[in-house]
């Protein structure tokens, strides 16, 4: 299955099973959740014309060229007294326009002669430095839509507008679950055969960035009874994210419990790494089994998994932004998957981590980025692809 085919049928799946219950929360505590109304403007922004410069304000209209008397002194915060005709305002950055001035000269190009008065070197002209009423909202418009992802730049947004608290979707919960009979805890010793569990912490972090209640349900051994237990217990999560025993292996309990007590859907997608993804019900609750190499888990929870969260959260634009690059390495041999090399930019160019191997971790750390190498491509030197960064991913 091509990876954009999974894609869709995900999304399409998240559509059908959105989490809609929605909570009033802090603008503080709105980092990483989404907007659950659209955020309206209450009052223009700026509220009121201002200026933009330290400088004098004046009536261009009522102006002929001579030095004019300061009238009065016009502080960020203070509330203006009308410009008295004939004269100019001493007006700082951020200070309210007196009514009846329509311009500010930077104090640049400003001289106070010895009588206290100021004459203007330059050409004036209407509007000058003056940021408008209005100019970057006006009161009743969408500043943000529903369903927007709340980041430090929307909360700053919120916070201009006046919003003290936000209605955003509840957080989804979702249950991990890290199978696999080699697998052991970081901070206990390894014996023979064993391994320690990265995709945990790997995705329960990744989690808590995209604004999940996690619920880590820990290490599960490759059993059937001990499978069908686990999930039973996640009865009341809104997904559970498991990784490891998805191969068509001999180990694949995740599979047979779905099959008997839900439905499965293995898939065998054209990615590389992370070809065999499960998407299934357990009693009604969402299961996506993701496969239990760590470059695999990233991959695949990276382009499908965190989309499919996304849009069950309401979020339009789901999919990490790329840009073309050349690249900076050959590929020789077309794949019959679309491969997701880890890479860094160099001089403007992709390279590669010298080993792409699916059990590599180390190979994501090294890297800025996905570089995506199209099915049945070969690539020579400066050819161009398309680079995913994973800031985009973990974001
Ligand atoms: P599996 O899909 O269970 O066959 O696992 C594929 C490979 O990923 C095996 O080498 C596993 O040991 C490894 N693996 C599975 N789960 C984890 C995990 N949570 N952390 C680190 N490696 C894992
Ligand atoms: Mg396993």
């Given at each position: 299955m091509p990876v954009e085919d999974a894609?869709?049928?995900?999304l399409a799946l998240a559509e059908g099973a959105p989490i809609s219950t929605c909570e009033r929360v802090a603008l503080a505590e709105a980092d990483g959740r989404v907007?659950?109304?659209p955020l309206v403007a209450g009052l223009d922004l700026p509220p009121w014309d201002n200026s933009a410069m330290d400088g004098y304000a004046l009536c261009l209209a009522d102006w002929q060229g001579e030095p004019l008397p300061v009238s009065q002194r016009v502080l960020a915060g203070s509330a203006p007294q009308p410009l008295q005709p004939g004269t100019c305002a001493r007006i700082?950055?951020?200070a309210p326009l007196p009514a009846g001035a329509d311009l500010v000269e930077m104090q640049e190009n400003a001289e106070v002669l010895a009588d206290g008065r100021v004459r203007f070197l330059e050409p004036l002209k209407t509007g000058q430095n003056v940021r408008p009423?209005?100019?970057e909202t006006r009161t009743g418009e969408t500043v943000l839509p529903a369903g927007t992802r709340l980041g430090p730049i929307e909360m700053g947004l919120c916070a201009s507008l006046g919003a003290a608290e936000l209605v955003v979707r509840r957080r989804p919960v979702v249950a991990v679950i890290s199978t696999g009979d080699e697998l052991v805890p970081p901070g206990q010793p390894l014996g023979p055969g064993q391994i320690y569990n990265s995709n945990r912490s790997l995705l329960i972090a990744w989690l808590k960035r995209l604004g999940c209640a996690v619920l880590d349900a820990g290490i599960l051994a490759d059993d059937l009874e001990l499978t069908r237990k686990a999930l039973?217990?996640?009865?009341?999560?809104?997904?559970?994210?498991s990784t490891g025993g998805v191969s068509v292996g001999e180990?694949?309990?995740?599979?047979?419990?779905?099959r008997e007590e839900g439905e499965l859907a293995l898939w065998k997608l054209a990615i590389?790494?992370?070809?065999?993804?499960?998407?299934?019900h357990f009693r009604g609750v969402p299961v996506i089994g993701l496969p239990g190499n760590p470059a695999s888990t990233l991959v695949t929870?990276?382009?499908?998994?965190?989309p499919y969260l996304l849009r069950r959260l309401g979020v339009e634009e789901v999919q990490p932004l790329g840009f073309a690059v050349p690249a900076g390495f050959t590929w020789r041999k077309p794949g019959n998957r679309r491969e997701y090399l880890r890479a860094r930019l160099e001089n403007g160019r992709a390279v590669i981590y010298p080993n792409q191997s699916s059990g590599v971790l180390r190979s994501a750390a090294w890297a800025e980025g996905l570089v995506e190498v199209l099915e049945g491509t070969t690539l020579a030197e400066g050819d161009t692809l398309r680079f995913i960064p994973l800031s985009e991913l973990q974001a």
């Open positions: 894609l869709a049928r995900l907007l659950a109304e700082f950055t951020g009423r209005g100019q039973a217990e996640l009865a009341d999560v809104d997904l559970i994210l180990a694949d309990f995740l599979g047979v419990a779905l590389k790494p992370g070809k065999p993804l499960t998407f299934g929870f990276g382009l499908l998994a965190r």
